[in-house]
């Protein structure tokens, strides 16, 4: 027996699975008094949007729902610097960095990559198996880095777990999304694997799979959940602004700073141009810029009385809200921070390897949230100096009136409520089977 009556029909209540998924009956959550448990996978092979992202989720899924726990799994190297909510805890998978000519190599690991990421699938599908939630959610990637979350997927689906994709606003090109992603086999993932597919953004600024061969049945499957508003804690007494200045600065940030050194320096070229500009510049490089380039950065900063810099901050919220203006490459995290403090901002958008920040940042300008300069017009220290010069000047976000610009972590607090709440309908390991 696997569980199951006489008539094929699960017994009442709550149950457990094997390590091959056969349902046996498991036991009411009393030890952890009924908690509902939510797992958040994010790849993090470079930067911290993913990482962000999935964090801001989680502590608000919390915040919301007293009764829920939210476990991230996660390959950041630097998931420890941040700090997280009660209810809220990581699991850290060994990390890869994807190489110039599109390879992957382990971070730490002196061993194969094919190992790593051997040992990687084997962590993210024991602690799957082992947390047993009643929410999956994954970030960005459909079947995981290199398909590490593909058997997890299979998985849960056999325990009756809701999967969901959490995709942010833009992709990429479609001429470049849509071969990377037959490559990896994503389409028949979208149909077989998950049940709801998140946008974190608006159709009316950016659709993520326009100009795809989507079928139908996988668009039904999307929901827009406006973009995730970002709070800047309260009780924070760091750097605040920098120790060179007491005036109103722009905050210059490259995000994780692993591709944003050409952004960097035109900043400093236009400062070091025009050393009477009017507002300082506080600059925080960010974790994954090389340390060349910091040191470089740090030494022409010293030279400059109104610019500061910082090599990383975690509660990046705390000094964008105190900030009169913000210089960014345009992620999406950094997008949803500069809508939620309602900032002037000027985006440089990185081109490579993908042309999100592009395709963001020319919306965005279009409907009037921020203004833009491309890399070549960046360079140009006098242009660079005239934007930083007017920029605490041009119009607020809130300007201009998008609806449920920033609705984004109420509605998927609402969408994710409804996937618990439903009761699980596991299926046969082996209609499963047969359809892996």
């Known amino acids: 027996m696997t569980g199951e009556t006489e008539s094929g029909a699960l017994p009442p209540g709550p149950t457990r699975f094997d390590r091959v998924g056969r349902r046996t009956p498991r036991p009411e959550r009393a030890a952890s008094g009924g908690q509902a448990r939510v797992l958040l996978y994010s790849h993090d092979t470079f930067g911290l949007g993913h990482l962000r992202r999935c964090r801001a989720i989680a502590h608000a899924l919390v915040a919301r729902n007293k009764d829920l726990s939210v476990l991230i799994l996660s390959g950041s190297p630097i998931i420890g610097s941040f700090d997280f909510r009660a209810r809220v805890d990581f699991v850290r998978i ?49 079947l995981g880095l290199r398909g590490e979350v593909e058997e997890t997927l299979w998985m849960l689906k056999a325990r009756g777990v809701p999967r969901v994709l959490g995709l942010r606003d833009v992709m990429d090109d479609p001429d470049l999304l849509g071969p ?28 993520p799979l326009a100009g795809l061969e989507i079928p139908a049945s996988v668009t039904r499957k999307m929901s827009y959940t406006g973009y995730l508003e970002r709070r800047a804690p309260r009780d924070y007494s760091g750097h605040g602004p920098a120790a060179k200045f007491d005036a109103p600065y722009i905050l210059v940030t490259p995000g994780g700073g692993g591709d944003g050194e050409d952004m960097v320096d035109s900043v400093l070229r236009a400062y070091e141009a025009d050393p009477a500009l009017p507002h300082p510049a506080l600059i925080v490089f960010g974790p994954f810029m ?39 490459m345009g992620g999406y995290n950094t997008f949803c921070e500069i809508l939620s403090f309602d900032k002037p901002a000027l985006i440089v958008p990185r081109t490579r390897p993908r042309r999100e920040q592009l395709i963001r940042a020319s919306r965005a ?27 605490p000047q041009q119009p607020k976000p809130s300007e201009r009136v998008v609806p449920g610009l920033l609705d984004g972590l109420d509605n998927v607090d609402r969408l994710a409520r409804r996937l618990i709440d439903r009761p699980r309908r596991p299926q046969p390991l082996e209609l499963v089977e047969r359809r892996a």
Request: glycine residues 2%; contains cysteine; charged residues 30%.
């Open 365 to 391: 300008a279009e409907l009037g949230l921020v203004a833009m300069l491309r890399d070549e017009e960046a360079r140009d220290p006098t242009r660079m100096a005239t934007a930083l010069r007017t920029l």
């Open 180 to 207: 990377e992603w037959e490559r990896k086999n994503v389409l028949p993932a979208l149909s077989d694997l998950y049940d709801d597919i998140w946008v974190y953004g608006l159709p009316q600024i950016c659709e």
């Open 290 to 328: 090389h340390s060349d380039r910091q040191t470089e950065f740090l030494a022409r900063a010293e030279r400059l009385p109104t610019v500061d810099c910082l090599t990383f901050e975690a509660h990046m919220e705390a000094l964008m809200e105190r900030a009169v203006a913000v210089v960014a």
């Open 94 to 142: 060994p990390g890869v960095i994807k190489l110039r000519n599109g390879d992957y190599t382990s971070l730490k690991l002196h061993i194969d990559i094919e190992d790593t990421l051997d040992l990687r699938a084997s962590i993210i599908h024991h602690t799957a198996e082992t947390f047993d939630p009643d929410l999956f959610i994954v970030d960005k990637e459909p």
